[in-house]
T-cell receptor, first 114, second 112 residues
Framework: ETGVTQSPTHLIKTRGQQVTLRCSSQ?????VSWYQQALGQGPQFIFQ???????GRGNFPPRFSGLQFPNYSSELNVNALELDDSALYLC?????????????FGPGTRLLVL | QQQVKQSPQSLIVQKGGISIINCAYE??????FPWYQQFPGKGPALLIA?????SEKKEGRFTISFNKSAKQFSLHIMDSQPGDSATYFC???????????FGQGTTLQVKP
């Protein structure tokens, strides 16, 4: 186990709704990255937070937003949910920004949009 | 230019055999290449990683071979075991970003 926790584990929403996913980073880690993993695909980078500031963003629309708190836990918010948002959402924490630092992944939140 | 292409999509190997998964990348700025292992219901876990200044890295039964000129790298699993059955992802990134670009994944089944 990595020490990265995510909640909830599963979630069902309907199109147009909003959702908030939560991540607690591993102790001592100040960087959190979020990824979307569609079924049968590799994870896709959404964005990264370093010391409460967004530090890089992937090719996702603005309705995907995030937040990092002073204790380095993080939230991913998705507005106006679409069917294609159905996926496993993974957060990963690391001790520094920059990809050479090992990113430790949580178990993910599986989101189903109906 | 951001893609990482991974093959094969699936692989079946007998216990004790060698499993080989290949990846090719496009972005010559990539300078960090990790491999992740993912079991059903779990998040990916780092298996082994390499930087382009070396051509090979070995950790136990797992070896990465890296060919910078061909922009290719591969994972070799020696003496494959049923417990190695999982999905494997290669990835690439630049050291000044936190953005891992993953391949599509390879589902490995090791038969007893």
């Amino acid at each position: 186990e990595t020490g990265v926790t995510q909640s909830p584990t599963h979630l069902i929403k309907t199109r147009g709704q909003q959702v908030t996913l939560r991540c607690s980073s591993q102790s001592g880690h100040n960087t959190v990255s979020w990824y979307q993993q569609a079924l049968g695909q590799g994870p896709q980078f959404i964005f990264q937070y370093y010391r409460e500031e967004e530090n890089g963003r992937g090719n996702f629309p603005p309705r995907f937003s995030g937040l990092q708190f002073p204790n380095y836990s993080s939230e991913l918010n998705v507005n106006a949910l679409e069917l294609d948002d159905s996926a496993l959402y993974l957060c990963a924490s690391s001790s520094q920004q920059g990809a050479r630092e090992t990113q430790y992944f949580g178990p993910g939140t599986r989101l189903l949009v109906l | 230019q951001q893609q990482v292409k991974q093959s094969p999509q699936s692989l079946i190997v007998q216990k004790g055999g060698i499993s080989i998964i290949n990846c090719a990348y496009e972005n010559t700025a990539f300078d960090y290449f990790p491999w992740y292992q993912q079991f059903p219901g779990k998040g990916p876990a780092l298996l082994i990683a390499i930087r382009p200044d070396v051509s090979e890295k070995k950790e136990g039964r797992f070896t990465i071979s890296f060919n910078k000129s061909a922009k290719q790298f591969s994972l070799h699993i020696m003496d494959s075991q049923p417990g190695d059955s999982a999905t494997y992802f290669c990835a690439g990134s630049t050291s000044n970003t936190g953005k891992l670009i993953f391949g599509q994944g390879t589902t490995l089944q090791v038969k007893p």
